[in-house]
C-alpha cells in the first residue's frame, strides 16, 4: 500500500513523501549531496545557526581497523600529524592561523579517530571569503599534503602517549579486560583506536605514511559544508580544491569486518584496588541494524520506548532508599564498532548487598521480559517521544550547523538518511499510533534474549569484599531471570498539580529598559519580575531567581543540611504528589525548576518551552509553599552518597582532590570533608526547616524570565502565581562566613595509584579589586597562559595531552580571585614541567613578546561574543549579574567591544606580576 502526502516544509517548496513499508525513507530536500569525479562525495546545506559560521568536516571512511601489524594506533597517529604540519602550513601554523582568526584549538578545531573512521572539524566565520576559502584549503592540505618527518612524527610521540596515559587507571585496565571480550574473534579485538606503547615509542615513521597514503584518498572521504553561506560558493571550494585530487590508480580495496556472535553467554569478573563501585552489566550483542526504511524506523522507535519505559520504571525503584535493592539501574542501547550494536543492562548495588541487590535488578528484568509495560507507561512514554520530535520540527530553523554537520558526517558513514524534521514529525505520528504493547514485549525480549550475551561485574579488590566467582555469578544470574514475578500494576496520577489554584496577585508597577529590551514588573508583595522576549529559540525559555541569604544564614554546623536541602526537596516531588507521580504527572512536558541555596543566596533554575510556561509557573510556587522530603528519597540519597564516599576512598583522583581541598581549607568547621556522619546524621525535618525558612520570606525576590515570551501571558501568570508567594517584615542580607585561605606557598605531594600517571594543580589566589576591568584582565591572562602552555608543554616538550587553564573571581565577601592551572604527566616529568609552568609565567611577568597572544585572544573574545549574543542564556546571565550588582553600569553588555579593544600587552604583564606570585597551592598527585 502506497500513500502519498503533501507537505510545505520551506520557502513555499512543497515535497512529496512516499511511503512504502520497505520504501526508504527520504533525506532532507535542502541538502545537496553530488560526488566529483574522482569519487570524493560532499554535502552541502545552508543553515544561518548560528549566522556569520560555517561548519566543515573532512570524514575518512578509515579508523584503526585497516592498521596493519606494525601500524597499532597509527590511524590516531596520523590525526595528529595533521594539526602538526602540511606543505602550505609548516609546523604551529596552522592552529595558529585559525586562532588569528578568532577560534579555538579544541572547541572549534578538532578531530576524532574510532575503530571505522576518522573525523576532522573546523567551524570558520564566514565574514571573510579569505577565511572560508583557507578553511577549504587546509581540509586540501590535510587530505593529501601532510608532511609528516621522521623529526615532526618523533615529536609527537610523546603527545599521543600522554593521551593514552589520560585512559588509564581502574578505567583503564578495565577496559583492556572487557574490550577484547566485546569483540572477541575479531579483527576490532587487537585494533584499539589509541593503539599501545610499544607502537607509540618505537613504530617506524614509514609506517605511518604508508597509512596516510594508503587511505586518505578521494574515494573514501567526504567533505561536509553545513552553516551561513551560499551553496553555490560552497559547491565552488569544494570542486576547486578537490576536483584536480586524483584517485590513486592501484587504490587497496577498503575491506569490512564482522563481529562473530557466539551462542554462549561469557561470565567475567573483574576487580581493581582503584575501582570506586560494585557494578553489574549484562550486554547483549547483536548485528547492526540500518535505519533506511519505514520498517527500520518503526524498529528504531519501538526500541527508544522500550528503553525510555524501562529506565523510567527503574529509576522510580531507586528513588525508594527503603526499599530498593540498586542504588540505579538502566537499559542501554549502543555501538562500539560499527557491524555491532549493544543492548546493554547496567546498575550499581551497595558494597554490603551484591548478591541481593544484583539479583533484585535481574528479578525487575525477569518482570519485564516475562510481562512487558502497561499501557498507562506506554502512553506515557509515547507522549514524551512524540513532544520530543515536536519540538525539533518546530524549532528547525534554529538547529545548529554543528547537528546537522555530524549527521551528515553519519550519512555517510552509515548511510543513515537525514530527514526533514517535519517530514519526520509526520512520520513518527503516524508510526508511534500504531505501535503496540505486543510489539514493545516482542522487541524486549528479542533485544535481551540471551544468545551472545556477556555478563560483567565489576568491583574493587579490596579486604572486606568477596567477588562471586563467575560460577556463582552464572547461577545468579539464570535463577533470577526464570524467577516468576507478578505484573506490573498500572499507576496513573490523576490528581491536579495544584488542588487549589492561588488567588494570586498584581502588578503594581511596570516599567521598561529599551536598551536592554527587558520589562521589569513589581508584584504586590514585593518580588520583582524581569521579562526579555527574544526570538533565538522557538521552544526555549529560561528562568533565573535569587534573593540574598543563603546558607551564610545558618550556623557552620547546619551547611551541609542546607547545603543538600534543595537536592533533597528536588528528589522528593512536591504539594501531594512524590517524584515518581510527579515525574508521571508532567509526562510530555518539557519544563524543569531546581531550587537552589547556595552561599550567599536562595532561589530556583528552570527552563519551559512556551506550551508548557504555565506549568513553570505552578512549579515555583509548589516548590516555594509546599516541598517535600520524604524519607523514601532521602535513604535513596544516603544510600548513594555512602557508597560513593565508601568507593572513593580507593581512587587516585579523590586523594588528589581532598589534598587540594585541605590544602585551601585546613581546619574550617564549615567547608570540610564529607564524612559518614555528615550523611548519617541528615534529618529530613530539619533539612526541611532550613528549606523553609530560607523560602519563607520572598518579597525580596528577583525573577528573570528570557525566551520565546508571550508577555500578556506572563505578566498574568506572574501576577496569579509569583504574587501569591509568601512574604514577611522580615529584612535580611547575607553575612559573611568566608574561610581565611592559606598565606604563602602551600605545597602538597600526595601518593596513589599503581598506573605512571600524575596530576597536579596550582591554584593561584589573593585579593581582587573587583572591577569589570580587572575581571575581563583576568580572563585574557587565563586565556593567554592556555595558550602559551600547550605551546611550551605539549608542542615544544611533548610533554602533556592538554593543559586547562581557568580564572573565576567573586564579589562577595570580599573581592577573591582564583587562577587554577591543571595537567597531567608522567610522574617522571611531573617536577620539570612544573618548574617549566612556572618559568612561562615569569616570562609572561617579564620579557616575552605578547602582541601575537594578544590579537589571538582578541580575536578569539569577539568571535564568541558574536555567538553569545544570540543565545537566551548569554542574557540571562547579564541580567542576573546586573540587577545583582546594582553598582555596575548595565549598558556596558553592549560595550565589550571597546573593552577588548583596549586591552593591552602591558595590562595583562601587570596582572601576571600582582595576581601570580607566592600565593598558590600546588598539589602533585604521585603512584604509590
Known amino acids: 500500500m502506497i500513500r502519498v502526502r503533501y507537505l510545505s516544509i520551506f520557502l513555499g517548496i512543497t515535497v512529496c513523501v512516499l511511503r512504502v513499508h520497505g520504501q526508504h525513507l527520504q533525506m532532507d530536500p535542502r541538502v545537496h549531496i553530488d560526488t566529483l569525479a574522482n ?170 605514511r604508508r597509512y596516510y597514503n594508503r587511505w586518505y584518498r578521494p574515494d573514501l572521504m567526504a567533505i561536509v559544508v553545513v552553516g551561513d553561506l551560499s551553496a553555490d560558493t560552497a559547491k565552488g571550494f569544494v570542486q576547486e580544491y578537490f576536483a584536480d585530487w586524483e584517485q590513486p590508480t592501484s587504490a587497496h580495496d577498503r ?376 524519607n523514601s528519597s532521602l535513604q535513596s540519597f544516603k544510600n548513594s552518597q555512602l557508597a560513593q564516599l565508601e568507593g572513593r576512598i580507593n581512587t587516585p583522583g579523590a586523594a588528589f582532590q581532598d589534598t587540594l581541598f585541605t590544602a585551601f581549607y585546613p581546619d574550617n568547621s564549615r567547608f570540610k570533608l564529607l564524612s559518614t556522619d555528615q550523611i548519617n546524621g541528615l534529618d529530613a525535618e530539619d533539612a526541611l526547616d532550613i528549606y523553609l525558612d530560607r523560602f519563607a520570606d520572598m518579597d525580596d525576590f528577583t525573577f528573570i524570565l528570557v525566551g520565546n515570551l508571550d508577555s500578556a501571558l506572563v505578566r498574568d501568570l506572574a501576577a496569579q502565581y509569583l504574587g501569591a508567594l509568601p512574604q514577611t517584615s522580615r529584612e535580611e542580607s547575607w553575612r559573611d562566613t568566608a574561610p581565611d585561605l592559606p598565606e604563602g606557598p602551600v605545597i602538597r605531594q600526595v601518593y596513589k595509584g599503581q598506573d605512571p600517571q600524575s596530576q597536579i594543580a596550582i591554584i593561584f589566589h589573593g585579593d581582587y579589586d573587583y572591577t569589570r576591568s580587572n575581571r575581563y584582565i583576568l580572563r585574557a591572562l587565563s586565556d593567554l597562559l592556555d595558550i602559551r602552555l600547550r605551546e611550551e608543554l605539549r608542542e615544544k616538550r611533548s610533554g602533556i595531552y592538554s593543559a586547562s587553564v581557568q580564572s573565576g573571581s567573586t564579589r562577595l565577601p570580599d573581592g577573591q580571585f582564583t587562577l587554577s592551572i591543571f595537567f597531567g604527566c608522567d610522574p617522571a616529568r611531573a617536577e620539570e614541567l612544573t618548574k617549566a609552568v612556572f618559568d612561562d609565567i615569569a616570562q609572561v611577568q617579564h620579557s616575552l613578546d605578547l602582541t601575537s597572544y594578544l590579537d589571538r585572544i582578541k580575536a578569539q573574545h569577539l568571535r564568541s561574543r558574536e555567538i553569545s549574543l544570540e543565545t537566551n542564556g548569554f542574557w540571562l546571565d547579564q541580567i542576573r549579574f546586573y540587577f545583582d550588582n546594582t553598582d555596575e553600569d548595565y549598558l556596558d553588555v553592549y560595550r565589550y567591544d571597546m573593552l577588548v579593544d583596549e586591552l593591552t600587552t602591558e595590562d595583562i604583564r601587570e596582572a601576571a606580576r600582582s595576581l601570580l606570585g607566592e600565593q598558590y597551592v600546588q598539589v602533585t598527585l604521585l603512584p604509590e
Not at 527500520?296 to 523510567?312: A, H, K, M, P, Q
Open 39 to 208: 569519487g570524493l562525495t560532499y554535502y552541502i546545506l545552508e543553515n544561518n545557526e548560528p549566522k556569520n559560521r560555517v561548519e566543515l568536516r573532512m570524514v575518512v571512511n578509515a579508523g584503526s581497523i585497516l592498521e596493519e601489524d606494525d601500524q597499532r594506533g597509527f590511524a590516531h597517529f596520523v590525526e595528529h600529524m595533521l594539526f602538526t604540519g602540511t606543505a602550505r602550513f609548516p609546523r604551529q601554523e596552522l592552529v595558529s592561523f585559525f586562532e588569528q582568526v578568532g577560534m579555538r584549538f579544541g572547541a572549534d578545531l578538532n578531530a576524532y579517530t574510532s575503530f571505522d573512521e576518522t573525523v576532522y572539524m573546523l567551524e570558520l566565520p564566514t565574514d571573510s571569503m579569505q577565511t572560508v576559502e583557507t578553511g577549504f584549503a587546509v581540509l586540501r592540505e590535510w587530505a593529501e599534503h601532510a608532511t609528516m618527518s621522521d623529526e615532526e612524527i618523533n615529536a609527537e610521540r610523546g603527545v599521543i602517549l600522554e593521551e593514552w596515559r589520560r585512559g588509564r587507571g581502574a578505567a583503564g585496565r578495565t577496559r583492556d579486560q572487557i574490550i577484547p571480550v566485546i569483540l572477541q574473534g575479531s579483527q576490532y579485538e587487537a585494533r584499539l583506536p589509541i593503539g599501545d606503547t610499544l607502537s607509540i615509542q618505537e613504530g617506524h615513521p614509514d609506517a605511518v
Open 255 to 630: 575491506p569490512t569486518f564482522d563481529v562473530p556472535l557466539s551462542k554462549e553467554t561469557v561470565y567475567e569478573v573483574i576487580t581493581d584496588p582503584e575501582l570506586s563501585a560494585v557494578q553489574l552489566e549484562v550486554m547483549h550483542r547483536r548485528l547492526a541494524a540500518r535505519r533506511n526504511t519505514e520498517a527500520d524506523y518503526r524498529r528504531y522507535l519501538v526500541e527508544r520506548l522500550t528503553s525510555g519505559i524501562f529506565n523510567r520504571r527503574l529509576a522510580e525503584i531507586a528513588r525508594d532508599g527503603t526499599r530498593s535493592p540498586f542504588l540505579w539501574g538502566r537499559l542501554t542501547t549502543g555501538s562500539i564498532v560499527r557491524p555491532l550494536r549493544t543492548h546493554s543492562l547496567a546498575a550499581q548495588v551497595a558494597p554490603d548487598s551484591i548478591t541481593s541487590g544484583f539479583r533484585g535488578f535481574l528479578e525487575e528484568t525477569a518482570r519485564m521480559l516475562q510481562h512487558g509495560f502497561t499501557a498507562g507507561e506506554l502512553d506515557r512514554q509515547k507522549r514524551v517521544l512524540l513532544r520530543a520530535y515536536e519540538r525539533a520540527a518546530n524549532d528547525q530553523e534554529n538547529t545548529p550547523s554543528s547537528t546537522y554537520a555530524g549527521r551528515l558526517v553519519n550519512h555517510f558513514l552509515n548511510n543513515s538518511p537525514v530527514m526533514h524534521a517535519e517530514v519526520q514529525l509526520l512520520l513518527v505520528r503516524d508510526l508511534i499510533n500504531r505501535i503496540t504493547l505486543e510489539e514493545l514485549h516482542a522487541s524486549i525480549r528479542g533485544q535481551l534474549a540471551p544468545e551472545s550475551r556477556i555478563v560483567i561485574v565489576t568491583l574493587p579488590d579490596v579486604a572486606d569484599l568477596t567477588p562471586p566467582t563467575e560460577d556463582e555469578l552464572a547461577l545468579l544470574v539464570d535463577d533470577a531471570l526464570a524467577q516468576n514475578t507478578d505484573p506490573l500494576a498500572d499507576q496513573n496520577t490523576d490528581r491536579p498539580l495544584i488542588d487549589e489554584l492561588p488567588q494570586g496577585g498584581r502588578i503594581v508597577h511596570e516599567s521598561a529598559v529599551d536598551t536592554l529590551g527587558i520589562d521589569i514588573l513589581t508584584l504586590n508583595n514585593g518580588i520583582r519580575v524581569i521579562l526579555k522576549p527574544t526570538n533565538f529559540r522557538n521552544n526555549e525559555i529560561l528562568l533565573s531567581a535569587f534573593s540574598p541569604g543563603g546558607s551564610s544564614l545558618v550556623e557552620d554546623d547546619k551547611y551541609f543540611a542546607a547545603s543538600v536541602a534543595p537536592v533533597l526537596v528536588g528528589r522528593s516531588g512536591v504539594g501531594t504528589l512524590n517524584q515518581s507521580e510527579l515525574v508521571r504527572k508532567l509526562s510530555g512536558q518539557f519544563v524543569r525548576v531546581s531550587p537552589f541555596i547556595g552561599d550567599y543566596s536562595e532561589g530556583f533554575r528552570g527552563r519551559s518551552t512556551p506550551e508548557d510556561i504555565e506549568t513553570l509557573f505552578q512549579l515555583i510556587y509548589l516548590y516555594a509553599t509546599s516541598p517535600r522530603i520524604d
